[in-house]
């Protein structure tokens, strides 16, 4: 069976840093892309940063201003985001999506499979 699955949430203080993974399992190709996006209540799935397939081209919302990396290892089917600096503003369900072309999107309805979301909760 296909799946994503994001682990790495948590809770932390402001100013502290979470390593997000997204892991792929089950698909017959490698040439995906994949994106993070977020969900608060009450507000519609936002952006986070996405990443081509070779790694040659990344992505990030406007809100990140250089506080978040994405990055994968191929070879591990798995994509990480790294959050520095977190913001009580960054709390939110943290999904990944899965883009089976090799090319990245800023949009989720872009993205064909997705994560169960994890967990991010930032205290100030």
């Not at 948590?10 to 089950?26: D, E, I």
């Not at 990030?60 to 913001?87: P, W």
């Amino acid at each position: 069976e296909a799946q994503l699955v994001e682990s790495g949430g948590g809770l932390v203080q402001a100013g502290g840093s979470l390593r997000l993974s997204c892991q792929a399992s089950g698909f017959t190709s490698d040439e995906y892309a994949i994106g993070w996006f977020r969900e608060v209540p009450g507000k519609e799935r936002e952006f986070v940063a996405a990443i081509h397939r070779s790694s040659s081209t990344t992505y990030y919302g406007d809100f990140v201003e250089g506080r978040f990396t994405i990055s994968r290892d191929n070879a591990k089917n798995t994509v990480y985001l790294q959050m520095n600096n977190l913001q009580p503003e960054d709390t939110g369900v943290y999904y990944c999506g899965q883009k089976t072309t090799p090319i990245a999107s800023v949009e989720s309805s872009a993205y064909d499979y997705w994560g169960q979301g994890t967990q991010v909760t930032v205290s100030s």
